[in-house]
């Protein structure tokens, strides 16, 4: 199956700072990609659906200001988490889906943020 | 509104018993359908998956699931578990339409005893 890279695996930082993570499809073209967050034992809910070249579309409830992302290639997204907060402490996991592959959506392996 | 019910939260199971943990979803369109297993502190790993075709789809580690669209269910099946099986286990579908999105179940933590 396709490959998507998620970096980094693990961050942790300071409260008020802004973090940035990466999500790339390895071995085909993304035209659309998603972020997921998911708190201790709790399932993934998604955040926003990422097209590239046009602006993200956010899930009810998502502050987009407060969760940029960014899909400016075909293989590339990212998620920005601005001024974090311990509350913004969580898993996040992204997906990319493969237009060539029945549509199927293929996930990172995601990232622990820890806002301290 | 399309969703995804996973009727377990969680299921406690002897070792070498079998088991099924059940998902059931609605939608109004055609679903591809997703079982995903996720260990402690880490990421997702799919099971198995159904597209199309053969209703009946069989997965790594000895998982299968059957596709039952009269139901809306697609329940995953191991004939005998094991201690390494003890994981979180999430249901999902994609949904033709509406970008293609992947909606999770809630999740059911599968215990296997010794």
């Known amino acids: 199956g396709a490959v998507v890279s998620q970096h980094p695996s693990w961050v942790i930082c300071k409260s008020g700072t802004s973090v940035k993570i990466e999500c790339r499809s390895l071995d085909f073209q993304a035209t659309t990609m998603f972020w997921y967050r998911q708190f201790p034992k709790q399932s993934l809910m998604l955040m926003a659906t990422s097209n590239e070249g046009s602006k993200a579309t956010y899930e009810q409830g998502v502050e987009k200001d407060k969760f940029l992302i960014n899909h400016a290639s075909l293989t590339l997204s990212t998620l920005t988490v601005t001024s974090a907060h311990p509350e913004d402490s969580s898993f996040y996991i992204c997906s990319a889906r493969d237009p060539g592959s029945s549509s199927e959506a293929f996930f990172g392996q995601g990232t622990r943020l820890t806002v301290v | 509104a399309q969703s995804v019910t996973q009727l377990d939260s969680q299921v406690p199971v002897f070792e070498e018993a079998p088991v099924e943990l059940r998902c059931n979803y609605s939608?109004?369109?055609?679903?591809?359908l997703f079982w995903y297993v996720q260990y402690p502190n880490q990421g997702l790993q799919l099971l198995l998956k159904y597209l199309s075709g053969s209703t009946l789809v069989k997965g790594i580690n000895g998982f299968e699931a059957e596709f039952n669209k009269s139901q809306t269910s697609f329940h995953l099946r191991k004939p005998s578990v094991h201690i390494s099986d003890t994981a979180e286990y999430f249901c999902a579908v994609t949904h033709f339409t509406g970008g293609f999105k992947t909606i999770f179940g809630a999740g059911t933590r599968l215990f296997v005893k010794a």
């Open positions: 939608s109004s369109v055609s679903v591809y």
